[in-house]
């Protein structure tokens, strides 16, 4: 299969959808479709061979970040001779409404459409703007996928339609490595982690460092250690002598990141907001690193609700400082509490993942491309109010549907499968088979009308007939 992907930001300062995007396009690869990621970028930035740069981008303040967009005559240009040159079977657009590369992709795709949203907005006013501008190409997405509850409430919300929840993807034994002498551990001196953007305040670095004294009460000679880019300045100064306590590694390596998340005797999510996923705390999970996370909603179901780590309210340090205490103090809780996590990590290894991703391209495939005919859209009139499933709920089942003979590891619980092409913009129901979804399906959302065309698959079996491609 020729499958087109669209990154809308830039690979010039990459990030957690650029991370995901690459990572699916080596899993399709390796499973012998061809595969080329249009995608802003310096031509002199360094790529993998199958990125086809956009042309520059521009930083935008967007959902509490900086994000490198790129939209433009010499963008629209090479989008539109990407698309002409692809030959693409599918084109996987993500963020389709981000005034970006994607953006673009959609309104001059042909080819049958899949788009993923990863981000988590309770309001926005770009989503506002940009959605009459692109509510008729809309009508060309064949599938829908959220990567989480939260991101699926942004496209319920903004875009009155419903998506299949799948979840990043993570390779878990990546992740399994041994402590790092550099930051070994002992039970009089505990390794506290903090991984992330030391300059967005979402982040929350702040709120952990205000924590910092009251563990130190119980753990005089805990360490913590901070990575990330930015400006470590400001906060130094936030906690005067107690700044011995903090180990300020600046920006690190892939490798460094895996040793630290396998030496820490903690990993701390202290962000308070803009997290759709919480990718960083499925890494920990796969190294075996306790996780204490704010409770937000994200954060929340990646833990199953405390099972899997400890939460803490949004912003509140004292919280954070119990959790931590009873993290680093009740060994045996904390042990059983890391083994499941371990185990349930593996649902989100890009083994699976992919697999799910490629169930979704079938049942698009199956729809066909975008037809209007009579003023009507061609998926909307097969995609209203079927039931759909999550697609990263956990079952009692002994394997994934669609993944062929392949385990994610001893005693995991798999998502969902079943349903076949609920919701996708065109395809037949699969006989016999229900679904259930945790909110109102398409045509059901309160507060907005559906958008046409824009259907709710569900994962199913993946198809036998993949047409093979060279990578």
């Not at 990863?118 to 959220?146: C, D, N």
């Not at 075996?288 to 949004?314: I, Q, W």
């Not at 076949?420 to 129901?429: D, F, I, L, M």
């Not at 909110?439 to 009308?449: D, E, F, M, S």
Request: hydrophobic share 40%.
């Amino acid at each position: 299969m020729r499958i087109g992907l669209v990154c809308p930001y830039s690979f010039d300062v990459p990030g957690g959808v650029q991370f995901h995007i690459r990572d699916l396009a080596d899993e399709l690869i390796g499973r012998s479709h061809e595969v080329s990621v249009l995608a802003p970028a310096e031509e002199a930035t360094p790529v993998p061979a199958y990125v086809v740069p956009a042309g520059r981008s521009v930083p935008i303040h967007y959902n509490g970040s900086v994000a490198r967009l790129s939209f433009g005559p010499i963008s629209a240009a090479r989008t539109r001779r990407w698309l002409a040159e692809g030959g693409f079977d599918l084109v996987h657009i993500h963020e389709p409404i981000t005034p970006s590369v994607g953006m673009l992709a959609l309104m001059n795709a042909s080819s049958p459409v899949v788009a993923t949203f990863h981000s988590s907005q309770v309001r926005s006013r770009a989503l506002r703007i940009a959605f009459p501008l692109v509510r008729a190409a809309l009508e060309k997405i064949g599938a829908t996928i959220a990567v989480s509850e939260d991101a699926r409430r942004t496209v319920v919300d903004h875009l009155g339609t419903d998506a299949v929840i799948i979840p990043n993807g993570v390779y878990v034994s990546h992740f399994q490595g041994t402590v790092d002498p550099r930051w070994q551990p002992s039970a009089a001196s505990p390794v506290v982690l903090f991984l992330g953007r030391l300059d967005e305040p979402r982040k929350g670095l702040a709120v952990l460092l205000d924590a910092v004294p009251q563990v130190l009460s119980t753990f005089p000679e805990a360490r913590f250690v901070v990575a990330g880019t930015g400006d470590a300045g400001p906060h130094r100064q936030r906690l005067g002598r107690l700044s011995q306590h903090l180990e300020w590694l600046g920006p690190v390596s892939e490798a460094d990141k895996v040793a630290l998340l396998n030496s820490c005797s903690a990993y701390v999510a202290p962000q308070t907001g803009g997290e759709s996923f919480g990718i960083v705390l499925v890494e920990a999970m796969s190294a075996g690193a306790p996780v204490v996370a704010s409770n937000l909603g994200a954060f929340r179901r990646v833990v199953d609700e405390g099972k899997l780590g400890r939460l803490f309210p949004v912003g509140d340090s004292p919280g954070l400082a119990q959790a931590l205490v009873d993290t680093l103090s009740q060994d045996q809780a904390t042990a059983a509490q890391v083994e499941r996590a371990r185990q349930a990590a593996w649902r989100y290894d890009w083994s699976v993942v992919t697999e799910r991703i490629l169930a979704v391209y079938d049942m698009a495939l199956a729809a066909g491309p975008f037809r209007a005919a009579n003023g009507a859209s061609g998926h909307a009139a097969n995609s209203a109010n079927r039931p759909g499933t999550d697609a990263s709920r956990p079952t009692d089942g002994p394997a994934s549907a669609g993944t062929s003979g392949s385990h994610p590891g001893p005693g995991v619980d798999m998502p969902a499968d079943g349903p076949a092409s609920a919701g996708v913009s065109g395809g037949p129901p699969t006989p016999g088979v229900g679904g259930t979804t945790d909110g109102p399906g398409q045509g059901g959302v309160p507060g907005g009308p559906p958008v046409p065309g824009v259907g709710r698959p569900t994962d199913g079996p993946a198809s036998a007939g993949r047409g093979k491609g060279k990578a």
